[in-house]
């Protein structure tokens, strides 16, 4: 399995990125995404399921975040809007949960290599 993370950069407060996984090897059920600011632990930001009928979201990122995927493509897609300096961290996409419920790292099993988001004040 392989994940390849894209789209991170720098913005200031209130803007927009929007990040993108492609994923190769074989597909899967649940693909997500996590972030890791410095001094923090890896955190939950959203989760989605194959079809796309099961969507999470970490409440911090509700309303500003969406997640959406092509399973054609292989690719788990992160629209970021309305951003914070507090959401300035290292975004991984994360795959390989054969859970229900996918929102902790602990249910992953295969991560990208992370993209860097910083937003500014």
């Known amino acids: 399995v392989q994940l390849q993370a894209s789209g991170g950069g720098w913005v200031q407060a209130g803007g927009s990125l929007r990040l993108s996984c492609a994923a190769s090897?074989?597909?899967?059920?649940?693909m997500g995404w996590f972030r890791q600011a410095p001094g923090k632990e890896r955190e939950f930001v959203a989760a989605?399921?194959?079809?796309?009928?099961?969507?999470y979201y970490a409440d911090s990122v509700k309303n500003r975040f969406t997640i959406s995927r092509d399973n054609a493509k292989n690719t788990v897609t992160l629209q970021m809007n309305s951003l914070k300096p507090e959401d300035t961290a290292v975004y991984f996409c994360a795959v390989g949960c054969h859970g229900i419920v996918c929102t902790t790292p602990a249910d992953f099993g295969s991560w990208g290599q992370g993209t860097q988001v910083t937003v500014s004040s």
């Open positions: 090897g074989r597909t899967f059920s649940i």
């Open positions: 989605i399921s194959w079809g796309g009928s099961n969507i």
